[in-house]
């Protein structure tokens, strides 16, 4: 089983960056897409950016061009690459682990983006 810890939110002001980390305990490499999500408050959590095991990526509209996903599969590790924050992105941010039978997610990390 496939356990997920996110680490690197924090407080930042905006126009500030943050990289967020997605640790999994076991093998992510081809198997999981990996993606992070986001709930603020008195929102439904929602899809921030997804990476596919081959690479391939999407992004949630208000984010494209500001945020960016990768992953190192040999460090079994998904990153998400925030600059040019605005207050609209605080929220909780979740990572997820996803293939046929399994739906993994983390803690989640809270990234605050205020003056």
């Known amino acids: 089983q496939v356990h997920l810890v996110e680490s690197g939110g924090g407080l930042v002001q905006p126009g500030g960056s943050l990289r967020l980390s997605c640790v999994a305990s076991g093998r992510i490499s081809t198997i999981y897409t990996m993606a992070w999500y986001r709930q603020a408050p008195g929102k439904e959590r929602e899809l921030v950016a997804r990476i596919t095991p081959g690479g391939a990526t999407d992004y949630e509209d208000s984010v494209k061009g500001r945020f960016t996903i990768t992953r190192n599969n040999a460090k079994n590790t998904v990153y998400l690459q925030m600059n040019s924050l605005k207050p609209e992105d605080t929220a909780v941010y979740y990572c997820?682990?996803?293939?046929?039978?399994?739906?993994?997610w983390g803690q989640g990390t809270q990234v605050t983006v205020s003056l």
């Open positions: 997820r682990a996803t293939q046929v039978g399994h739906d993994i």
